[in-house]
């Protein structure tokens, strides 16, 4: 079983920045892929950013040049520097971790950004 809490979230101004923060806990030995999601009021849960065990990056096209992911498998911590904030960012951030095969989320964290 895998555990994950995240932090970071809160209310910010368009053109702001935040850092997401997602601490997974457990009997881990190794995790796979790790992933931020996303989902607005009315709207489908939606990839946001994932980072591999070996550090390779993938982003989708609506925040690619602003977000960055990146993780610390020592401590096994996944982070997500978000920078340029649009009002259409405004979304619950969720982690997500891939660990023997089974996707594991976290309870959420609220991103607002304002006009």
């Known amino acids: 079983q895998v555990q994950l809490v995240e932090s970071g979230g809160g209310l910010v101004q368009a053109g702001g920045s935040l850092r997401l923060s997602c601490a997974a806990s457990?009997?881990?030995?190794?995790?796979?892929?790790m992933a931020w999601y996303r989902q607005a009021p009315g709207k489908l849960r939606r990839s946001v950013a994932r980072?591999?065990?070996?550090?390779?990056?993938d982003y989708s096209d609506s925040v690619k040049g602003r977000f960055i992911i990146s993780r610390d498998n020592a401590k096994n911590m996944v982070f997500l520097q978000m920078n340029s904030l649009k009002p259409e960012d405004t979304a619950v951030y969720y982690c997500?971790?891939?660990?023997?095969?089974?996707?594991?989320w976290g309870q959420g964290t609220q991103v607002t950004v304002s006009s």
């Open positions: 980072i591999t065990d070996i550090g390779s990056t």
């Open positions: 997500s971790a891939r660990y023997g095969g089974n996707p594991y």
């Open positions: 457990g009997s881990i030995l190794h995790i796979d892929s």
